[in-house]
């Protein structure tokens, strides 16, 4: 099953480093059974790319408080067997048993330079935005305005250098 992961990019530093991805709370975004059903229409490739939002979206609470962090939403996308549905969370959570090995790392997702005014605004607001806040939730339409790039495994050694 493919599974997004959200990330920083310290996580991903310690993925290079490491040789393993350590997902918070083992916390991951698929396309399971429940955000299948959720959705009218839409193909497999349309409903992978909603739970890689939610991961993003994820990425962005990994953020928010953190003065630290690179405020650049990252997502690491894993094929793995072992997950635990977890529709009573949201309809795309799924839990993890543990790290995840880098074999098993499909590419990664991270927001580009331009990107990072709109992810740090958003980063302040998620909270709010969660509670339906609208001022929150146009904050935040800002950083999602924003695609992710895609890196295979092999760049990001050289992708983590040039940030």
């Known amino acids: 099953m493919r599974v997004y992961l959200p990330a920083t990019v310290a996580m991903l530093r310690g993925l290079v480093d490491d040789g393993r991805f350590a997902p918070v709370g083992g916390t991951g975004f698929a396309l399971t059974p429940a955000l299948r059903e959720s959705y009218a229409t839409g ?92 001022d929150a939730e146009f904050t935040l339409g800002g950083a999602e305005d924003h695609e992710l790039a895609w890196y295979g495994v092999q760049e990001l050694p050289f992708l983590l250098e040039l940030m």
Do not use: C
């Not at 074999?103 to 740090?120: S, Y």
């Open 43 to 134: 193909d497999t490739e349309e409903l992978e790319y909603s739970a890689m939002l939610d991961a993003a979206r994820a990425s962005l609470r990994l953020i928010a408080g953190n003065e630290k962090a690179v405020p650049r939403r990252a997502v690491v996308s894993v094929d793995v067997e072992d997950v635990k549905l977890r529709p009573d969370l949201d309809f795309s959570v799924v839990k993890l048993s543990g790290p995840v090995p880098l074999e098993l790392v499909a590419a990664v997702h991270l927001d580009t330079l331009e990107a990072e005014d709109d992810v740090r605004a958003a980063a302040e607001v998620i909270d709010a935005a969660d509670l339906g806040d609208p």
